[in-house]
Each structure stands twice: as C-alpha cells, then as structure tokens.
Nanobody, 117 residues
Framework: EVQLVDSGGGLVQPGGSLRLSCAASGFTFSNYAMSWVRQAPGKGLEWVAAINTGGSSTNYADSVKGRFTISRDNAKATVYLQMNSLKPEDTAAYYC??????????WGQGTLVTVSS
C-alpha cells in the first residue's frame, strides 16, 4: 500500500520551532520529488516547499523562505520540514505530497501546527 504518514505537529509559541516528518512506504521514495502543503483554518491549500529526488534542489514559498527548511533522507524514506521563527500565521494543517504514484495523488494524512502564546 502506498502511504505517507505525517507527524511532528503541535502547539508552539511564536518564535519557536518544530520539525515535521513524513514517512513513506509502498513505493520507491527516492524516485519522487516531495512537497509540503498547508491549509490554514478556513483557507485553501498553500504550497510551502519542495525538494527534488536527491535532495540537492529545494524551493520555498515566499511566506516561509528563510525560516523553513525541507530535507529528505532517502535511506529512511522520510522527508522533513524544519520550521523556525514560527508566526501565528503559520498555524495550519501541514500535509506532505508525493505527486502521482501508480496513477493516484499521494498525500499524508496531515499534522496540525498551532502557533499561539
């Protein structure tokens, strides 16, 4: 079964940090670029960051550039999102996305990040 499992969310104060993880199984993880996408309460999906198959190239939304870092460990079939200097507007459900695998979009189940004092 093709699966992505997101974890690492929680409640953090403004200025704090969190690291999200997304563990993949059921497909050849190293063959797929990976992304993180978020959805704030009452809003649509927002692409956050992407990383290529080997991890040598990354891209970020302007809203998180300089604060978030995407990385991957192909040996562990896991992609990470290190989030620093968190702001209340970063509050959202965060999903990892693996693209189209065996004909279907592959999404994690999401992990909730709440930034509040």
């Amino acid at each position: 079964e093709v699966q992505l499992v997101d974890s690492g969310g929680g409640l953090v104060q403004p200025g704090g940090s969190l690291r999200l993880s997304c563990a993949a199984s059921g497909f050849t993880f190293s063959n797929y670029a990976m992304s993180w996408v978020r959805q704030a309460p009452g809003k649509g999906l927002e692409w956050v960051a992407a990383i290529n198959t080997g991890g040598s190239s990354t891209n970020y939304a302007d809203s998180v550039k300089g604060r978030f870092t995407i990385s991957r460990d192909n040996a562990k079939a896991t992609v990470y999102l290190q989030m620093n200097s968190l702001k209340p507007e970063d509050t959202a459900a965060y999903y990892c996305y693996g693209g189209v695998v065996t004909g279907e979009d592959v999404w994690g189940q999401g992990t909730l990040v709440t930034v509040s004092s």
